[in-house]
């Protein structure tokens, strides 16, 4: 009987989950195995891999042939490192110590790699959401000075009490649009622009004011 080591496909619509089994090489992918001999999950990142090494191990010394999926998921468990220097024991290549000890170098690299890559993911993380927070707040400000030109712009309008309220309202919208043009960087800058407008603007008006009421009364 040819034997298979595969991965049998588990899990919801999208978010797939495998189990890694030896199976009859005649069975459907899905179907019936002979022994579960671990899974896989690759929808973190990292991929979470578990297996039962020595039970793996054994039924690739026995002759199971991994498929390209499952090949790979055993290179990065160790288990084909392990078979090949086990192999070159039988051969005479290097004693049973030296291959023991080539292993726990390989998986010490190995795990080296593993928590570099988790480290980086973590400060990539850390990262983006420091841009997404940085994103925010800049909105936030944004938000905050519009309202805050707003409230300068109604405020020094509402003092120059000679200026008639059609008047005062083109003053606001015109002044708040003007600040909130510029290229500015704190909120106080935005009311600054409001308010020299606004005091620029109410004045010409309040001069002008006088000047047709004389012009009535001549």
Do not use: C
Request: proline fraction near 3%; glycine fraction near 6%; avoid cysteine.
């Amino acid at each position: 009987m040819a034997t298979k080591i595969r991965l049998q496909r588990h899990g919801k619509k999208g978010k797939p989950y495998y189990y890694i089994v030896a199976a009859d090489s005649r069975v459907k992918r899905d179907g019936k195995y002979i022994e579960r001999l671990g899974d896989y999950n690759p929808n973190e990142n990292p991929a979470i891999i578990n297996i039962d090494f020595e039970r793996t191990l054994h039924w690739v010394k026995t002759g199971a042939q991994p498929t390209d999926t499952a090949r790979a998921i055993l290179s990065y468990k160790g288990v084909m490192m392990k078979n090949h220097l086990d192999k070159g024991v039988l051969k005479g290549a290097h004693t049973q110590a030296e291959a023991d000890a080539k292993f726990v170098k390989w998986e010490a690299d190995k795990t080296g790699k593993i928590e570099g890559k988790i480290e980086g993911l973590k400060k990539a993380e850390g990262a983006e959401a420091a841009k997404k927070l940085a994103a925010e707040k800049e909105v936030n400000d944004k938000r905050l000075a519009e309202f805050q030109a707003k409230e300068a712009a109604l405020h020094a309008a509402a003092v120059a009490a000679a200026a008639p309220v059609e008047v005062i309202a083109e003053i606001v919208e015109e002044a708040v649009v003007e600040a909130t043009e510029t290229v500015v960087e704190t909120a106080e800058e935005v009311v600054e622009v409001v308010a020299e407008k606004v005091e620029a603007v109410v004045a010409a008006v309040t001069e002008e004011a006088p000047a047709k009421e004389e012009k009535k009364e001549d």
